[in-house]
């Protein structure tokens, strides 16, 4: 048996073991071709591998809600990866939400009207505002403050499935468990000019910045 | 509504399912517009730690959650918008490996932002140029070298190197689960598949100088 071989084993019973099991503990037991054999065949033991069992307890310990959430939030919504995209932009950025909104406000030269502002980029992070509604200034702006080209935020807010998910039944997207910040609550929008707290005939530069196209 | 009846499933139905089924029913829910958050938290809590692991191999300490978080993302996103295909687990395997090409093409820029182009699953052209990262020859020969020496298995072979090898099963208990092999046969199939993967990388050697 080769050392990779036996290096294997170990490794299988260490996560069957229910082990940390970080295979850079093993892969540094080996150099070169050997190294590259035995992450290959870590690998396919990992790629069948079983998961563990679903322990609720367990999951609200590790960490892991934020992510489920994100993901789920960009399944239901109807605006791409933005929900996951955003938030971990402005992390990367070290930017608070109230920051980004104020730097986008004024960019947008609305300073004044930074709730509504805040309520559409809340919209945004939940997947709940369209992105080929939202203007390019919008995105050429919000790139500048996270550090991202606008179209390469507009690729990530390119809804999936066409024709699936809600789209597919004629009702507006919304994140059914999405449990907005009350801070930030606002309806789910569909189309013009039924936008959070705007009665037709408020329609004004906000709500076409976010929604005009 | 959605065409057919749909039945919302609780906990213990979710998590009894195989993946591929509670995918399934996840793209089914959504397009019902019932909630999904259960099953996505299964599919995470279950699939996360062992993406991190594999991703580990391949890219630096810090970029880890990044690219596994990523990883996942993508692979569950992609069920929904058409470009998926094959069982999970097969199409997880191609994500991985996707996305830390991503990462190693450009270390700078947030994977969460690199577009998943169209698949092309089991496409050697159009995979070899993804992968392609010049540090990671060596990697990238052994990782040829035994996808070819899996497909020259026939499907029964092919179950006992999985079982032996990769799922270190006793050859006794692989024996048993695939009908008109011996214990003997594992052991020989196991060992020529063993020489297989060194003869292709001593052919990747001598081409290569």
């Given at each position: 048996m080769t050392n990779v071989d036996t290096l294997l084993k170990e490794y299988i019973a260490a996560h069957r073991a229910g082990e940390e099991a970080d295979p850079r503990d093993w892969l540094a037991r080996v150099e070169g071709r050997e190294r590259a054999l035995l992450a290959a065949m870590i690998d396919g033991y990992l790629e069948r591998a079983p998961g563990p069992a679903w322990d609720p307890d367990a999951f609200r310990m590790s960490g892991l809600a934020p992510l489920a959430e994100r993901i789920d939030l960009a399944l239901q919504g109807r605006a791409g990866t933005w929900p996951a995209v955003l938030p971990s932009l402005s992390d990367k950025a070290r930017l608070k939400h109230s920051e980004v909104v104020a730097r986008l406000a004024a960019a947008l030269g609305v300073p004044d009207k930074q709730d509504k502002v805040g309520s559409y980029y809340h919209e945004m992070e939940r997947g709940l505002l369209p992105a080929e509604g939202v203007q390019d200034r919008v995105l050429e702006a919000l790139g500048s403050i996270l550090g991202q080209?606008?179209?390469?935020?507009?690729?990530?807010?390119?809804?999936?499935?066409?024709?699936?998910?809600?789209?597919?039944?004629?009702?507006?997207a919304f994140a059914r468990e999405a449990r907005p910040d009350p801070e930030h609550a606002v309806e789910p929008v569909s189309s013009p000019p039924a936008s959070p707290g705007t009665a037709e005939d408020e329609w004004d530069e906000v709500d076409r910045l976010f929604r005009g196209g | 509504?959605?065409?057919?009846?749909?039945?919302?499933?609780?906990?213990?139905?979710?998590?009894?399912?195989?993946?591929?089924?509670?995918?399934?029913?996840?793209?089914?829910?959504?397009?019902?517009?019932?909630?999904?958050?259960?099953?996505?938290?299964?599919?995470?809590?279950?699939?996360?730690?062992?993406?991190?692991?594999?991703?580990?191999?391949?890219?630096?300490?810090?970029?880890?959650?990044?690219?596994?978080?990523?990883?996942?993302?993508?692979?569950?996103?992609?069920?929904?918008?058409?470009?998926?295909?094959?069982?999970?687990?097969?199409?997880?395997?191609?994500?991985?490996?996707?996305?830390?090409?991503?990462?190693?093409?450009?270390?700078?820029?947030?994977?969460?932002?690199?577009?998943?182009?169209?698949?092309?699953?089991?496409?050697?052209?159009?995979?070899?140029?993804?992968?392609?990262?010049?540090?990671?020859?060596?990697?990238?020969?052994?990782?040829?070298?035994?996808?070819?020496?899996?497909?020259?298995?026939?499907?029964?072979?092919?179950?006992?190197?999985?079982?032996?090898?990769?799922?270190?099963?006793?050859?006794?208990?692989?024996?048993?689960?695939v009908e008109g092999i011996s214990e003997a046969n594992v052991h020989k199939i196991a060992q020529r598949f063993r020489d297989r993967v060194s003869e292709l990388l001593s052919d990747r050697d001598d081409t290569s100088t």
């Open positions: 080209r606008a179209e390469v935020l507009r690729t990530a807010g390119q809804a999936f499935a066409p024709g699936a998910g809600a789209d597919a039944i004629g009702g507006p | 509504m959605g065409g057919g009846a749909f039945k919302e499933k609780g906990e213990q139905e979710l998590t009894a399912m195989p993946e591929d089924r509670l995918i399934a029913y996840l793209l089914e829910a959504r397009t019902h517009r019932a909630p999904t958050g259960l099953s996505v938290s299964i599919l995470v809590f279950k699939l996360m730690n062992d993406v991190r692991r594999r991703v580990a191999m391949k890219v630096p300490a810090e970029a880890i959650d990044e690219v596994a978080e990523t990883v996942l993302l993508s692979a569950l996103t992609s069920r929904f918008d058409g470009t998926s295909a094959g069982e999970f687990r097969s199409w997880l395997t191609t994500i991985i490996k996707r996305r830390i090409a991503d990462y190693h093409r450009s270390p700078k820029t947030d994977v969460r932002l690199v577009p998943l182009p169209d698949e092309h699953e089991g496409d050697d052209e159009v995979w070899g140029r993804r992968v392609s990262v010049p540090f990671e020859g060596e990697a990238i020969d052994v990782e040829r070298a035994l996808d070819q020496a899996k497909r020259e298995l026939n499907p029964d072979h092919l179950e006992v190197v999985s079982l032996y090898i990769f799922e270190d099963l006793p050859a006794g208990e692989v024996a048993g689960r």
